[in-house]
Each structure stands twice: as structure tokens, then as C-alpha cells.
């Protein structure tokens, strides 16, 4: 991935960092003394992938927790409710979920009761599939003190009955009660849940992660890599509401070592597709005077992207809609000469739907757009039903590239797979697991497997700004690589997305092997 044509077959590293890389003869005449050989009998190798974008915490404790994704209707979403709760002690929280009412037999907004009739005794808050809305039943909105008399914050909504009484439905800030709960201790041993995490996602191929989840997960990776225990490199955002107390602490984004550094601070302009709370330049098809919701109202937000930058932390902000997206250019636009000043490097997390005059402006900003391929190949069915043939740039990593972005690929984990080869398969092809639709969903946006990849390497790294010494495999460059058993350069597209990892070296140490 350094621009050669061919391939190396030899790789020397020392002390953690590549000495030489090339053809195996001249490799080996750079050997002084004693070293270990590693024989991959022809095997591919590529540099390690960064998921430039996954919440481990989330991920880490939703592994064991209940799964509701694929469920064909509420019927079977309560059957699986009623199950899960079974394994679990009177009064221990239920989270998990990932619950889509859009992909159900019948589309129905589920409500509080209905979780009450399978375990009235134990709280549940289940976030959607998208994260944005969650469903919990009625001994959670106790715990989490939400009645008819809490009033709907700003930027979020108490979904209520004809009485005002809460159904059960809390989308976008409504829902940050409930994100506390199962953020708590009550949710088991993070360090524990981090730890299996870690083991994860080597083994599908991850060397670095860009962690968008709470301080108590930046804690807890922070005491892993005190205790030697980081065998992936961590970018570590800073929530919105612990931004003023990182700028007293005098944090910065790249502050940090070789294993851990401290990223930008993560806001949220809008919603999400799924909870069709996207904020959107039109009303969603069918749905008058709905055009999603502003979650952080524009004056705020340039606040907000003005006063981080001053304290050099670079910004990254959840925009899906497009007029979401056009306002967050706007705001980075505003406090241009500052960023550039500070070397900042802002990202818009996801940029799903775009305007076309707006693509350009990314590059011209310095914008990178931080994308999630399988949000695509995921969404594909409720973006035609919710935007119909409005000209928009969707999913726009083709446009963004062309137009001179540098475009940054994630999963979005554990609301998708945190799986790269997942993310991969759907860049190049537009089409999901099941290989669908036939030809890809707006082709035109598709890139090549070079282009997939590089976006999963280099573009996370230059995105950390860790480019000078991570995401390639060249001299001088950490010794990140992954072991994999097909060369995805010569395989078919449709089996991207079905290639395994057999070994991840990260710092020039196995860290995982199958």
C-alpha cells in the first residue's frame, strides 16, 4: 500500500518498527546477528486495518447481551426478550436489543407494555438498531426517572400517549439517561468486557481503533496499557460533555504514545435514518412536517467547534442528513483559519447524505469524512423509502474521493459488524451480505479493493494524524500487518467479504494467531 506495483515478500522488523521490506534476497542481507524467522508459506499479508470508528465499549458489553437483530416482527422480538430474561436474576439490567421496527413484518412502534408483559421485574433499555431511539419498559423509566412529568430536552423526544404518559420511546438526547445505565457498573466488568473485545477484533484483523464511547472507557483502556495489556493502538474521542473538563486538564487530539492518544470530542448534529430522526433539507417521503431533528442547534454548535479548536482538540460531528451535513460544514467553515492554524483535522462522522455542492467543499475545508460502508448496504431498503429520488450524494465515498477528500472507513460497531472485510466487500461492490441488488445500489459510487483498503489503513491513521508511522507497510513504519487467507486483490468480489485473518502482528509482536 505504498504506491509499488508488486508485491514484497520479506518483511524485517526490529524493535517493533520495519528495517527493510522487499524481495526476500535483500531482506535477508540486511539481517545483522541473531533474528527470528517466520515462514508464511506465500501467504498474503496487509498492512493492520483501523476501524476509524466503533464504540468498543458498546460492542464490548453488548457480547453477551441480548440480540435482537433479524427478528421479523414484534412477536418474535418479545419471544427473545422473554428467553434472555429468563437467564438473569429478578432486577438485573437487560440491555442489548438492536431492535429494527422498520424490517418487521408489520412496522409498529413498539411500547413499554408490551416489554412489561415478558418481564415486568427486571429493567430493559434496548437502543434500536441505529443506537438513536431506545425501548424500555416501565421499571427502567422508573430507575431512569422518567415519567409525564420530565420535559423533552433539547434535541430529543419522550414519545408519549394520549394521556402524556411515556410509551416507552426515547429517541436521540431523550435517551442519554438510559445511555448512563448501561454505561454503569450494572452493565458487569468493562475492563473484563474490553479485554474479550480486544481479542475480537484481532482476530479479524484490527491493529488500531478509533473509540468514540465515554470516559470510562478511555479509563479503562488507559489502565490496560498501564498493566501492558493494549495489544491494539487506541485513538480516544472525548464526549461532548466532558469537553470543558479535558481543556482543563489540558488535553489535545495526537496527545498521547505509540498505544494511545487522545482524539477529537464527538457532537451530534442530528439523528439517524432508522429512527428517522435525520435532519434532512425535506420532509422524509410520506411523513409531512417530519424532516428529522437538529440535536445541537447551529449557534451551539459553532460554539462548540470554536472552543475546541481554540484548545487545539479537533472536532468530529455525527452529521446523516444532508442538511445536517451542510451545517456542520458551515460551522468548520467558520473556524477555518484556527483549525488550519492548529493543524487540526475535522471529521463528519457517517456524511450518509449529502448535497452535491456540497461534496467538493469537504476537500476544500480539509474535512474528512469518516464513512461506515455497511451503513450502505445496510440501509439500502429504508434510504429509497424515506429520501425516494431526491439528487443526492448517498453514501458518497466514490464522489468524496474524486472530489480530493480523503475519505476514512469505519464500522460503526456494535450497531454494524465490526468485521473490515465487511466494510470492504461493501465499498467495492454496494451490495450486501446476501449480494444485493444485483450490480451494487448506485454503482457509481463504488471504489476499487485498493481504495477500500487504504481508506481502512491510512485513511484512519491520517485521520489520528499517526500517518508518518502507522498504516503502511514501508521502513520506518510501526509493524502492523494481518495475515490473511486469500489475496483480496485477486479475489472475486463477492469473497471479500468472507476473508479470514490467521495471524495480526501489531509493534512487531503476534498478538493474534489462529
Not at 83 to 112: C, F, H, K, M
Not at 135 to 159: F, H, K, R
Request: charged fraction near 25%; charge should be negative; include cysteine.
Amino acid at each position: 500500500m505504498d504506491g509499488t506495483a508488486a508485491p514484497a515478500d520479506a518483511i524485517l522488523s526490529v524493535d517493533g518498527v520495519i528495517a527493510a521490506i522487499g524481495a526476500h534476497e535483500d531482506v535477508v542481507a540486511r539481517v545483522e546477528g541473531a533474528v527470528e524467522t517466520i515462514d508464511l508459506d506465500g501467504a498474503a499479508v496487509l498492512p493492520g486495518l483501523i476501524d476509524a470508528h466503533i464504540h468498543t465499549g458498546a460492542f464490548a458489553r453488548e457480547i453477551d447481551a441480548l440480540d435482537l437483530r433479524g427478528a421479523s416482527s414484534l412477536d418474535e422480538a418479545l419471544a427473545r426478550v422473554q428467553r434472555y430474561a429468563a437467564t438473569r436474576e429478578p432486577g438485573a439490567l437487560i440491555i442489548g436489543g438492536r431492535w429494527d421496527s422498520n424490517a418487521w413484518d408489520v412496522p409498529v412502534q413498539p411500547d413499554r407494555h408490551s416489554l412489561d408483559r415478558v418481564s415486568p421485574d427486571r429493567p430493559i433499555a434496548l437502543p434500536s438498531i441505529d443506537g438513536h431511539t431506545v425501548w424500555a419498559n416501565t421499571l427502567a423509566l422508573q430507575v431512569a426517572g422518567v415519567s409525564a412529568a420530565t420535559p423533552d430536552p433539547i434535541g430529543g423526544e419522550i414519545v408519549r400517549d394520549e394521556r402524556g404518559e411515556p410509551t416507552g420511546i426515547l429517541r436521540e438526547s431523550a435517551r442519554y439517561p438510559f445511555k448512563d445505565l448501561m454505561y454503569s457498573p450494572l452493565a458487569g466488568d468493562l475492563l473484563a468486557q474490553l479485554r474479550t473485545a480486544q481479542r475480537h477484533l484481532l482476530s479479524i484483523g484490527l491493529t488500531g481503533i478509533h473509540d468514540l464511547d465515554g470516559e470510562d472507557v478511555r479509563a479503562a483502556y488507559l489502565e490496560m496499557h498501564e498493566r501492558g495489556e493494549l495489544d491494539l493502538r487506541v485513538h480516544k474521542s472525548i464526549p461532548l460533555e466532558h469537553l470543558d473538563q479535558a481543556i482543563a486538564e489540558g488535553r489535545y487530539t495526537g496527545q498521547g504514545d505509540a498505544w494511545f492518544t487522545t482524539g477529537p470530542v464527538k457532537i451530534f448534529s442530528d439523528g439517524a435514518l432508522g429512527s428517522h430522526t435525520s435532519h434532512m433539507s425535506e420532509d422524509f417521503v410520506g411523513q409531512h412536517g417530519n424532516h428529522g431533528m437538529e440535536v445541537v442547534p447551529y449557534a451551539d454548535l459553532v460554539q462548540l467547534v470554536g472552543r475546541a479548536a481554540a484548545a487545539g482538540i479537533a472536532v468530529a460531528t455525527h452529521a446523516i442528513g444532508d442538511q445536517a451535513n451542510h451545517l456542520v460544514l458551515n460551522a468548520y467553515e467558520e473556524h477555518l483559519a484556527v483549525s488550519r492554524s492548529r493543524g487540526l483535522r475535522h471529521r463528519i462522522e457517517h456524511a450518509q447524505h449529502i448535497r452535491r455542492d456540497d461534496v467538493a467543499r469537504f476537500a476544500a475545508l480539509g474535512v474528512l469524512p469518516s464513512l461506515q460502508p455497511t451503513h450502505c448496504t445496510s440501509d439500502i431498503a429504508i434510504a429509497e423509502a424515506l429520501l425516494g429520488d431526491r439528487p443526492l450524494a448517498n453514501y458518497a465515498w466514490r464522489s468524496l474521493a474524486d472530489a480530493g477528500a480523503r475519505v476514512v472507513f469505519g464500522s460503526d460497531a456494535p450497531i454494524e459488524d465490526p468485521n473490515p472485510f465487511h466494510g470492504i466487500h461493501a465499498a467495492v461492490t454496494r451490495r450486501n451480505k446476501h449480494g444485493r441488488p444485483p450490480g451494487g445500489w448506485e454503482p457509481e459510487e463504488r471504489v476499487s479493493v485498493a481504495e477500500a483498503i487504504e481508506a481502512f489503513t491510512v485513511g484512519g491513521s491520517f485521520a489520528a494524524g499517526t500517518e508518518h508511522t502507522v498504516g503502511r507497510l514501508a521502513v520506518g513504519q510501526a509493524c502492523d500487518f494481518i495475515v490473511v487467507d486469500r489475496d483480496p486483490f485477486t479475489a472475486a468480489a463477492e469473497e471479500l467479504r468472507d476473508i479470514s485473518v490467521s495471524t495480526t502482528v501489531v509493534g512487531g509482536r503476534v498478538r493474534h494467531q489462529r
